[in-house]
């Protein structure tokens, strides 16, 4: 193998861990399971077979050990998994959004809450929230399996227990109602919506993904790459479920900083910025952040006036 630089990955969030090239050796110390997924491309650098979802989860296990302290962390067959130093940017740049209304330093320790809408079975944005900056989060889904998987990576790294809790949205129609209670008070919320309109757009979504790592054509996308209906679909796809959350968001002003969530498709958020004038949002901020060929946007927004933004005590 040739020695390669070492070349940092300027899109991603300056403070990531994930800037530079995978430094397999460290990771096969911590994680050796790791180990039969990595071989030398053409090009004589150490790789995976990023459209192999065995060699992906064994990747994110290996760097949530490494760099996250989590012990031991899996996932269910067909939930999606999630690209580790992606995530882990949303959540430095919610930190830089933090620190914009706190003169200037990320505010961090539990006591400063996020609300998860979404989690997945992968628990990652709490997990990569708590390991970074020692934030406490409330998770929620609709679905009681990523719940019980979630529940299953707590109770295997035990440091989660206290900073990470957990609740089903049992009415799929909603997304703040009957989880935010008059008493929470949130520094944040997160969200990566479903993306797709349809199960049919998903399938296809997913087919050129893998058609793109692998130069085939595949019958069997959701093999490939997994998700289940709620996490890849829902009726109206990404621009209805922001809508539909920003709509409930006025009802909870006062009780979180920012509201935030993820922007797929560049042409919904001339919709989206309407939506949230109209509205009567305070501020709005887009930040827009790239990860390899996959370029999406963070979308902030709040209600609060100048005043009870000074006032608020991180």
Known sequence: MKNQPNIEKS??????????????????????????????????????????????????????????????????????????????????????????????????????????????????????????????????????????????????????????????QLNSRFIFKDIIQPEDKFAFTICNPPFHASKEEADKSSSRKVSNLTQQKTANPILNFGGQNNELWCDGGELSFITQMIFESVKYPKQCYWFTTLVSKKDHLKSIYKTLNNVGAATIKTIEMTQGQKISRLVAWTFLSEKQRKDWKF
């Not at 403070?15 to 990595?38: A, G, M």
């Not at 760099?67 to 067959?77: A, E, F, S, T």
């Open 11 to 168: 899109t991603l969030h300056p403070r990531n861990n994930h800037r530079s090239r995978y430094d397999f050796e460290t990771l096969y110390l911590k994680s050796p399971e790791l180990k039969p997924f990595v071989f030398i491309n053409e090009h004589e650098i150490e790789t995976i077979d990023f459209s192999n979802p065995e060699a992906v989860k064994s990747l994110n296990k290996a760097l949530l050990k490494t760099y996250y302290g989590i012990l031991d962390w899996n996932l269910p067959k067909d939930y999606l998994c999630p690209p580790i130093p992606g995530r882990a940017d949303y959540i430095h740049y919610i930190a830089d959004l933090l620190a914009e209304v706190n003169d200037g330093i990320i505010p961090t320790g539990n006591e400063i809450m996020g609300l998860d809408i979404g989690v997945g079975a992968n628990c990652i944005y709490p997990i990569l929230g708590n390991a970074i900056y020692d934030w406490s989060f409330v998770a929620t889904d609709i679905n009681s399996s990523a719940i019980e998987n979630c529940v299953d990576i707590i109770e295997k790294n035990p440091h989660l227990n206290e900073v990470i809790s957990l609740q089903q």
